[in-house]
């Protein structure tokens, strides 16, 4: 799915229903957090999912916000876009997207513990608890990163995100049962979303714009170098050379003791001669578990898109052709 959008547009192209708004009470101001913006406008109080970020110099471009852009389709978009601004819409220059997929029965510590990403030399990967529910103590927030903004990978636990909102907003009726009914899953359910942030020269030409990216989502592949590993179990002395054994003894001990994630193990051998994913080929078939599969992402990602598409009674979209005419990121990125 779609997760966020940011996109760049002319001042010149607001509507005059932006300024009635913003005065009369329909957007709530606040200084922007963004860099180089010194001040944001919140339409959701006018029923808009957008937040404008006004630039701090003159002849800048605004930056336009999708709030929430997985629960919108391609039609609401557009039109939240064409309430406060008079343009083509699918014109519009793309600056950031979130490309995510849900994935069920594996949590985000499963992923720590199986993922890699290729060219990812500035890592730093934070897996984070937080109890969000005074009620509930065993309830953990888990998110974890690999990258460097604006271009990352994020996984994290979004049954409890969701949990969480609707405990906030639900108050003292927001029980198991409720939360199942409105979102199709109990709350102790494992859903993790693996989402990645591409932004900067990172985004493909083909989706330069937010017509490239209602067109071109469906052959991009967000989740192409990622890489699964099966590092569980400690290795079997059968048939494996002394120093070799040590070697995979040693890569267990990092994982499962130490706690240490694929990605961190493989930074700090990168360091120490730059060949961690050469030592981590030679290692890990000697600790492969064949008894779980991995999850397919891309195929999780494309089934969650093609009805936020869909939407649109222009759109015509065709799967079949997402594979074979993959778009390949700039930089290896």
Request: proline share 5%; glycine share 6%.
């Amino acid at each position: 799915m779609i997760d966020k959008i940011e996109l760049l547009t002319d001042e010149r192209a607001l509507r005059a229903e932006f300024y009635s708004l913003s005065r009369n009470g329909g957007a709530l101001k606040r200084p922007s957090v963004q860099k180089g913006f010194g001040k944001c406008f919140d339409f959701r109080l006018a029923g808009i999912d957008l937040r404008i970020h006004w630039p701090v110099w003159k002849n800048h471009r605004l930056k336009v916000e999708v709030l929430d852009a997985g629960s919108l389709n391609r039609q609401e978009i557009l039109a939240d876009i064409e309430k406060l601004f008079q343009c083509d819409a699918l014109d519009l220059d793309l600056t950031r997207v979130d490309l995510a997929a849900d994935v069920k029965d594996f949590n985000v510590n499963w992923f720590r513990q199986h993922a890699f990403i290729e060219r990812k030399r500035n890592t730093k990967d934070r897996f984070e608890r937080v109890r969000v529910d005074a009620e509930f103590t065993d309830d953990q927030f888990q998110t974890y990163w690999i990258g460097k903004r604006p271009n990352i990978y994020r996984f994290y636990d979004k049954g409890l995100e969701l949990w969480s909102r609707f405990r906030r907003r639900a108050g003292a009726d927001g029980s198991p049962d409720a939360f199942r009914d409105t979102y199709g899953f109990d709350r102790k359910d494992v859903l993790t979303r693996v989402e990645r942030q591409i932004g900067g020269n990172a985004v493909p030409k083909e989706l330069e714009s937010l017509g490239g990216l209602f067109e071109n989502a469906i052959c991009t592949n967000p989740f192409a170098k990622i890489h699964f590993v099966e590092a569980i179990t400690p290795p079997s002395l059968e048939g494996i050379p002394p120093a070799k054994y040590m070697d995979a003894l040693g890569l267990h001990y990092l994982l499962n003791v130490q706690g240490y994630s694929i990605q961190q193990i493989k930074k700090e051998f990168n360091k120490r001669g730059r060949r961690g994913k050469e030592i981590l080929d030679r290692l890990l078939p000697v600790l492969s578990d064949e008894g779980r599969p991995h999850p397919d992402l891309f195929r999780l990602y494309r089934d969650s898109l093609v009805p936020q598409l869909e939407a649109h009674p222009n759109s015509k979209i065709d799967a079949t052709k997402a594979r074979s005419e993959e778009i390949v990121f700039p930089n290896n990125r």
